[in-house]
């Protein structure tokens, strides 16, 4: 069965304070990993597509990386704007559907 | 260019009554999704559409859950006799044709009292 988990499913950084978000997954043929940012109150914002192992992308304070296994949203020098939840998600072969972890929270303190 | 729209952006009914929730994808957009979002939990699939035809209904929780599509426009969600654990944020996505990427609507909040 096709599966995505996040960890922490809170978080509490200081402004400054560099940090990572885990997503593990499972899924029987990736076609892509999706990030997105979701503030409360509206609907998730896209942030990244990751395809293959090795792939990194970058906005802003925002990087992510991807293994076979599990990706990474490293958030470099946080600032009280970036809180929000953020959610991982994939994508199997042959299908629309997105599977979403149950994302994790985010607050940075000034 | 404008987003994805969806309304009502609220709206409580009483259980036992009919709903329906509308969405209005990024032109130019063939694919259009609806997730459902109950309250602390992770955005559930519901259902898929390629232009006005359904390749994947798989995630209607139940058929008192049904949804349509005017060509490659506009989007209902329709929730026949509603329960109160249908209450939650229900949320539409389009994409690109050859684009995986999903774009989200602001969401419809539905309260059944």
């Known amino acids: 069965e096709d599966q995505v988990t996040q960890s922490p499913e809170a978080l509490r950084l200081q402004e400054g304070e560099s940090s990572s978000l885990n997503c593990s997954y499972t899924?029987?043929?990736?076609?892509?990993l999706f990030w997105y940012r979701q503030d409360p109150g509206k609907g998730p914002e896209f942030l990244f597509t990751?395809?293959?192992a090795g792939e990194e992308k970058e906005k802003e304070r925002l990087k992510a990386t991807l293994t076979k296994k599990e990706s990474f949203l490293h958030i470099t020098a946080p600032k009280p704007e970036d809180s929000a939840t953020y959610l991982c998600?994939?994508?199997?072969?042959?299908?629309?559907?997105?599977?979403f972890g149950q994302g994790t929270t985010l607050q940075v303190k000034p | 260019g404008a987003g994805v729209s969806q309304s009502p952006s609220n709206k409580v009914t009483e259980k036992g009554k009919d709903v329906e929730l509308r969405c209005d994808p990024i032109?130019?957009?063939?694919?259009l999704y609806w997730y459902r979002q109950r309250l602390g939990q992770g955005l559930e699939f519901l259902i898929y559409?390629?232009?006005?035809?359904?390749?994947?209904k798989s995630g209607l929780p139940s058929d008192r859950f049904s949804a349509e599509r005017t060509g490659e426009s506009v989007s209902t969600l329709t929730i026949q006799r509603t329960q109160q654990e249908d209450s939650a944020v229900y949320l539409c996505?389009?994409?690109?044709?050859?684009?995986?990427?999903?774009?989200f609507g602001p969401g419809t909040r539905l309260t059944v009292t």
């Open positions: 996505a389009s994409s690109r044709p050859g684009v995986y990427e999903q774009y």
């Open positions: 899924v029987s043929g990736l076609r892509g």
């Open positions: 990751l395809y293959s």
């Open positions: 998600a994939v994508q199997a072969d042959n299908t629309g559907k997105l599977i």
């Open positions: 032109s130019g957009h063939t694919a």
């Open positions: 559409f390629q232009g006005n035809s359904a390749p994947d």
